[in-house]
């Protein structure tokens, strides 16, 4: 077998409380108390940059996501009700914003980062990360106080499922395209159109988060509609 290769410890600025990674590793997002920094390990040395500004999450762990083809992360801003869209391959010129105006918790991403989602206290939210559009998808989604993911998305980008502080459980389809043409002229209640969702009502979930990384990858709608008898 082949050797293993030594850890390589990377300082970054604060103190880190929480990583997410590309697939291939080659690129990160570290969440240091409000401090973000994008790391690119593709080469023998890593390289560490800090994006510009304060980013305070909901939690001091924050709410933090990566493409995985690591060419956008993301950051939830909790106080802004901000968005923050970081190019990873020039991290330290200034990030752009989706603003919602609401409170924002966790956050996910499509594999080539065109798009995210988010949950605040009163709404998901999808991102268009080109453009920066936001539009609310109308489903339960209170998150008030909430410190677990609580949204997550398919691999292949047409599921994202949802919880919130209740027990609901939203699994829904949608057309990427939305985040491909970035076509502005599209209402809200068209944009919505676009959007297939199932609720389901679970009762108090108060992990619900732990659902979404496994039903992310392996929801299908329909069999959630059958098992639920609709």
């Given at each position: 077998?082949?050797?293993?290769?030594?850890?390589?410890?990377?300082?970054?600025?604060?103190l880190?409380r929480?990583v997410?990674?590309?697939?291939?590793?080659?690129?990160?997002?570290?969440?240091?108390?409000?401090?973000?920094?994008?790391i690119?390990a593709?080469g023998?040395?890593?390289?560490?940059?800090?994006?510009?500004?304060?980013?305070?999450?909901?939690?001091?762990?924050?709410?933090?996501?990566?493409?995985?083809?690591g060419?956008?992360?993301?950051?939830?801003?909790?106080?802004?009700?901000?968005?923050?869209?970081?190019?990873?391959?020039?991290?330290?010129?200034?990030?752009?914003?989706?603003?919602?105006?609401?409170?924002?918790?966790s956050?996910?991403?499509?594999?080539?980062?065109?798009?995210a989602f988010?949950v605040?206290?009163?709404a998901?939210?999808?991102?268009?990360?080109?453009?920066?559009?936001?539009?609310?998808?109308?489903?339960?989604?209170?998150?008030?106080a909430?410190?677990?993911?609580?949204?997550?998305?398919?691999?292949?980008?047409?599921?994202?499922?949802?919880?919130d502080?209740?027990?609901?459980?939203?699994?829904?389809?949608i057309?990427?395209?939305?985040?491909?043409?970035g076509?502005?002229?599209?209402?809200?209640?068209?944009?919505?159109?676009?959007?297939t969702?199932?609720t389901?009502?679970?009762?108090?979930?108060?992990?619900?988060?732990?659902?979404?990384?496994?039903?992310?990858?392996f929801?299908d709608v329909?069999?959630?509609?059958?098992?639920?008898?609709?």
């Open positions: 077998s082949g050797s293993k290769q030594p850890a390589i410890k990377v300082p970054v600025k604060a880190p929480s997410k990674t590309s697939a291939t590793g080659d690129t990160a997002v570290v969440y240091s108390d409000g401090v973000v920094s994008i690119d593709s023998t040395t890593p390289i560490v940059r800090e994006v510009p500004g304060n980013h305070y999450s909901y939690s001091s762990d924050g709410f933090i996501a990566i493409s995985a083809d060419t956008k992360a993301f950051v939830t801003e909790h106080g802004t009700g901000r968005v923050t869209i970081i190019d990873t391959a020039n991290p330290e010129q200034d990030p752009v914003y989706a603003s919602t105006g609401d409170y924002l918790h956050v996910a991403t499509l594999q080539n980062g065109a798009g988010t605040g206290h009163n998901l939210y999808a991102i268009d990360s080109v453009t920066t559009d936001v539009f609310n998808i109308a489903i339960p989604a209170n998150n008030n909430s410190d677990y993911q609580r949204v997550g998305v398919s691999a292949n980008g047409g599921r994202v499922v949802a919880a502080n209740f027990g609901n459980f939203t699994a829904f389809t057309d990427t395209g939305i985040f491909e043409d076509d502005t002229e599209l209402s809200e209640a068209e944009r919505e159109a676009l959007f969702a199932l389901l009502g679970f009762g108090w979930i108060p992990l619900a988060g732990s659902f979404i990384s496994a039903y992310a990858l929801v329909g069999e959630l509609s059958e098992a639920a008898g609709r």
